[in-house]
């Protein structure tokens, strides 16, 4: 039996945009991974020697999105990996993953970390050309870009069920992560000039007295992932428009139309990469363009890519095919 551990970027995470992600990550293994045993393991701690082990009694170990990957990876890095995990593993795929932000290059240590703990045999999947320049650098070249996996199933076909013309009410998120008090609050400002209702979707705890303070009147959503999609899902003529990435992707997995707000490299390349409907946080004049409409819904992930991806798992030997796109 095939044994697989899986590197789980929503446990000890405070953002539940993270949870977006590994549910994604789940659903796009179901069927690649359905006669493994597949272990879970944390990744936004250190790891224990329980988690070490089970790591190094599986044949792979696959790291689901998000952004951990850093330029210093020994003191700015959501993933906890050590020196000793540097000695003991080196079966570690990467699954859409991301570069902590625009940073110089990477340090002699974190060069060496990442050379040593991810594989060798496997290609690796990352979300956007940033991140796979960034590896590129330090020698690991087996990898191929194919987006987050929350961007998987953005089929042309779902995108063309999306609406393409302004909503009458709207669901917004700000970020504590990278705050600016005034783009923040002329963003809301104008929502409240297009919608007649602004809700607001909180997946961290920083970002309530934030919200609160700009704009005490918003309708605020209780703080989970369901209590999102209800909203999402019900049947309210409802857009999305804010600079959380994942709240805006889980509106368009949702059949919503939504707009998101660049706020740091992560929104900025993947909306180049494949044609997210994304906008610059200080352009409002083309925000509001967006807004009125009508925006067409055209996102493009590379499916031949994430496909490649996939077979390559059980696949000794294709890492050498990696091509970079």
Partial sequence: MRVVTLLDTAVASTNLGDQIIMEAVRSELAGVLSDAMVYSVASHEKMSGVSRSLIRRSELSIVG????????????????????????????????????????????????LLRRVLSRKHLHSVRDSYTLKRLAGIGITNVINTGCPTLWALTPEHCRSIPRNKGTQVVTTLNTYIPDVEADRRLLQTLRRHYDRVHLWIPTVGDYAYAKDLDPALEILAPSLRAFDELLESGADLDYVGNRLHGGIRALQRGRRAIIVEIDNRAREMGRDFALPTVERTNFERLEAMIGGPLEIACQPPRYLVEKWKSGLFDGGEAASGDGD
């Fill in 65 to 112: 999105g998000t952004n951990l990957l850093s330029s210093r990876m020994w003191i700015r890095s959501l993933w906890k990996i050590s020196p000793l995990d540097g000695l003991r593993i080196d079966n570690v795929v990467l699954m859409g993953c991301g570069w902590y932000q625009f940073q110089v290059a990477p340090d002699p240590y974190t060069a060496w």
